[in-house]
């Protein structure tokens, strides 16, 4: 059964760029039965989905974050890896990885989130 934990700092200063990990058990990350999401949610609001890598490396980002997203993996680790850059207070949330089934939008698999702040 494949599961997942994010790891990272807490803390992130204005500016900067946050940088998050998921490490992948019971599975791996170049399986072609899933792709590899990020997703987070700002207390009090709704889930947003940022971008996914899948099984052969290529990568898929939401629009509204404008490139400041990238998303990698280390197949020798079977990790995969988020990357958002000049990040602003509004990006304080908990941030998810998640497993994504090939050819669908179903999120199967999520780990149990890590809370970032924003903050100077």
């Known amino acids: 059964q494949v599961q997942l934990q994010e790891s990272g700092p807490g803390l992130v200063k204005p500016s900067q760029t946050l940088s998050l990990t998921c490490t992948v058990s019971g599975g791996s990350i170049t399986t072609s039965y899933y792709g590899w999401s990020w997703i987070r949610q700002p207390a009090g609001k709704g889930l947003e989905w940022m971008g996914v890598?899948?099984?052969?490396?290529?990568?898929y980002y939401s629009p509204s974050l404008k490139s400041r997203a990238s998303i990698s993996r280390d197949t020798s680790n079977n990790q995969f890896s988020l990357q958002l850059s000049s990040v602003t207070p509004e990006a304080t949330a908990v941030y998810y990885c998640?497993?994504?089934?090939?050819?669908?939008?179903?999120?199967?698999?999520w780990g149990q989130g890590t809370l970032v702040t924003v903050s100077s």
């Open positions: 998640a497993t994504v089934v090939a050819g669908t939008r179903y999120l199967e698999v």
């Open positions: 890598i899948a099984y052969d490396g290529s990568t």
